[in-house]
Nanobody
Framework: VQLQASGGGLVQAGGSLRLSCSAS????????LAWYREAPGKQRELVAI???????VYADSVEGRFTISRDNAKNTMYLQMTSLKPEDTAVYYC???????????????WGQGTQVTVSS
């Protein structure tokens, strides 16, 4: 199983970016997918999570500016980021809980990071 993140880049403050994270390989289902970010000198923090039910949770710092979504047919998750601020600058990682077989409870997988840089 592999999670592949893409879509990072350099953008000016107030701009927008969309990140994507695709799951590939052999698995039964995806329980939840999430975006985390890690800024220099700071701990990795949860940005947003979307569960299999479609319910979502956002960090307070991004609520109202970021939107997480998923395309189940493509096994892909997206993070639409708008009104970006310099403090959003970080390496963004996608993570997910996937069931490899019908009977297991789910295992956590991580994708590689993608750099998001917001200039002031």
């Amino acid at each position: 199983v592999q999670l592949q993140a893409s879509g990072g880049g350099l953008v000016q403050a107030g701009g927008s970016l969309r990140l994507s994270c695709s799951a590939s390989g052999s698995f039964f289902s995806i329980n939840s997918l999430a975006w985390y970010r890690e800024a220099p000198g700071k701990q990795r923090e949860l940005v947003a999570i979307i569960h299999n039910s479609g319910s979502t949770v956002y960090a307070d710092s991004v609520e109202g500016r970021f939107t997480i979504s998923r395309d189940n047919a493509k096994n892909t998750m997206y993070l639409q980021m708008t009104s970006l601020k310099p403090e959003d600058t970080a390496v963004y990682y996608c993570g997910g809980s996937l069931q490899i077989t019908a009977g297991d409870r789910g295992s956590t997988f991580w994708g590689q990071g993608t750099q998001v840089t917001v200039s002031s």
